[in-house]
């Protein structure tokens, strides 16, 4: 049974900076990848970044290129979102989520976190 648990978030200024963490356990060929995604209120969950373990390949949606790095850790099955230059509409519930790359470039995983708020104020 895979399970992710997501830690880091809390309520930051707008320009700040925030790391998540996502411990993963009961990793499997299916969890090939890992990627974070966000859904803010009345909004539809959506993607952010996605990493996939083998060989460390990145992905990241247009909003958050260049202020957000995704990265892992092998040896602790951990992946982590750094957030820079954090702006309100960052403002969202976090998920952690692990499956396949392209899946994940598509909103798709087979295993989700409970998710972690981060809310930036202006």
């Known amino acids: 049974q895979v399970q992710l648990v997501e830690s880091g978030g809390r309520l930051v200024q707008a320009g700040g900076s925030l790391r998540l963490s996502c411990a993963a356990s009961g990793r499997t060929f299916s969890t090939s990848s890992m990627g974070w995604f966000r859904q803010a209120p009345g909004r539809e969950r959506e993607f952010v970044a996605a990493?996939?373990?083998?060989?460390?390949?990145?992905y990241y949606a247009d909003s958050v290129k260049g202020r957000f790095t995704i990265s892992e850790d092998n040896a602790k099955n951990t992946v982590y979102l750094q957030m820079n230059s954090l702006k309100s509409e960052d403002t969202a519930v976090y998920y952690c989520?692990?499956?396949?790359?392209?899946?994940?470039?598509?909103?798709?995983?087979?295993?989700w976190g409970q998710g972690t708020q981060v809310t930036v104020s202006s």
């Open positions: 989520a692990a499956g396949y790359y392209n899946d994940l470039l598509r909103n798709r995983a087979n295993y």
């Open positions: 990493i996939r373990w083998i060989d460390s390949s990145t």
